[in-house]
């Protein structure tokens, strides 16, 4: 019988995929062979089209279905030499639940009732500069730029991903938070050790016992503030590539589920430039 789960792993180390897309990819890919067998070389696209919306059925957020696609299409390109038999961008993907937002007054009850300043201050960055429970958990203090109010996002081996923003709001607490602290841990969240950053399940922990405290009754995820962060932006009016590239998200498409939670978006009510320099002249005077 085919290993069609070793046949892509050597592939993908052949063509130099980073460790956590090899993994993904693995992940679906041993889905798919328990699910198919050894049919998994020769799916049509029905198979494949009851096979996502199987996934959709089962609650699978829109970035899992998508990961499950790019597997799909890695395999039959680059291993198995097929073309792809997945069916047309769009027809699994509406099908899809919307992701889950908070109102922009939920999100002040949630870090009122976080009362340890660290776990605040990394629920507010993962809402205020779009981060990814991983990409929170893995700041390092060097990675914040106070002075230009950015953030220079790296993964898990302190490689950049990108650049996001820092809100003024929380680049105060952040400062006062590293002025009392008297470790040398190179972490912004460090964990129990001085080579350990903070672990997500710790994250989840304050999150979950935060929406207890505020009495928010929904069945939310943490991720749900990362999407809140793409949600008030675009309401706000800001473009869409923007708020595309703050998140990290490389497909267009992904950002179209947010364009449909926006629906108070409305480009009035974006910032004007003369702001930014008017109102420090008068705070001023």
């Not at 052949?14 to 041993?30: E, F, M």
């Not at 699994?92 to 999100?107: C, N």
């Amino acid at each position: 019988m085919t290993d069609y789960v070793e046949l892509t792993r050597k592939v993908l180390k052949d063509t130099g995929r980073s460790p956590k897309t090899a993994n993904s990819y693995l992940s679906h890919i041993r889905r798919l062979e328990q699910a198919f067998g050894e049919k998994l070389g020769d799916l049509d696209e029905e198979s494949l089209r009851k096979y996502l919306e199987k996934l959709v059925d089962e609650g699978k957020s829109l970035s899992y279905i998508n990961q499950a696609q790019s597997a799909i299409r890695f395999m039959y390109k680059n291993v198995l030499k097929k073309d792809s038999p997945l069916p047309g961008p769009g027809l699994v993907a509406k099908k899809v639940p919307l992701h889950g937002i908070f109102s922009r007054d939920e999100i002040k009850k949630i870090f009122e009732n976080v009362h340890e300043l660290k776990y605040r201050l990394a629920l507010m960055l993962i809402y205020s500069s779009g981060l990814r429970v991983g990409e929170a958990t893995h700041l390092l203090r060097n990675s914040v730029d106070f002075d230009n109010h950015v953030i220079h996002v790296n993964d898990e081996n302190g490689n950049f991903i990108r650049d996001t923003i820092l809100a003024e709001s929380v680049a105060k607490m952040l400062k006062y938070f590293l002025e009392t602290r008297t470790d040398d841990s190179p972490w912004m969240f460090p964990g129990r050790g001085k080579t350990n950053c903070i672990s997500p399940r710790t994250i989840q922990r304050a999150f979950m016992e935060a929406l207890l405290s505020a009495g928010i009754n929904k069945r939310a995820t943490l991720g749900w503030l990362r999407h809140s962060f793409a949600v008030h932006l675009l309401e706000d009016g800001i473009d869409r590539k923007l708020v595309r590239n703050l998140l990290g998200i490389t497909t267009p498409s992904m950002i179209s589920p947010y364009m449909k939670l926006a629906e108070k978006r409305n480009p009035l009510r974006v910032s004007s430039p003369a702001d930014r320099f008017l109102k420090k002249n008068s705070d001023r005077n």
